[in-house]
């Protein structure tokens, strides 16, 4: 069974920073991509950023790009995310999950009907 533990999140000033962190475990494909997704009240859930078992490779929604980096530490098997220079409309739910499977591209499996997982989500907000 996948597991994803999420830590971090909490309050922020406009231009701060904050990491959010996602413990896996439970994987027996070696193929899965593993993403943050937010949702703030009143909108759709969207796809943050996403990074893929095979090669690495990332994606970052378009109003993240230059601020947010998602990273892999194998080694204590955590995906995290750093957000910089945060804004009061990044304030949302951050969840973490997972898709178990191949995919045509780390931006196509980086979508939120397609993942399989989820962790329980986290509170992040930016505000003075």
């Known amino acids: ?10 309050l922020v000033q406009p231009g701060g920073s904050l990491r959010l962190s996602c413990a896996y475990s439970g994987f ?13 009240p ?15 490779s990332t994606y970052y929604a378009d ?5 947010f980096t998602i ?14 220079l945060l804004r009061p409309e990044d304030s949302a739910v951050y969840y973490c999950a997972a898709l178990e499977g ?15 997982y989820w962790g329980k989500g986290t509170l992040v907000t930016v505000s003075s």
Request: proline content about 1%; glycine content about 12%; some cysteine.
């Open 1 to 10: 069974q996948v597991q994803l533990v999420q830590s971090g999140g909490g």
């Open 28 to 40: 027996i494909l070696d193929t899965y991509a593993i993403g943050w997704f937010r949702q703030a």
């Open 42 to 56: 009143g909108k759709e859930r969207e796809g943050v950023s996403c990074i893929r078992s095979r090669d690495y």
């Open 63 to 67: 109003s993240v790009k230059g601020r």
């Open 71 to 84: 990273s892999r530490d194998n080694a204590k098997n955590t995906v995290s995310l750093q957000m910089m």
């Open 102 to 116: 191949v995919g045509t591209s780390v931006q196509a499996m980086c979508a939120p009907y397609a993942m399989n």
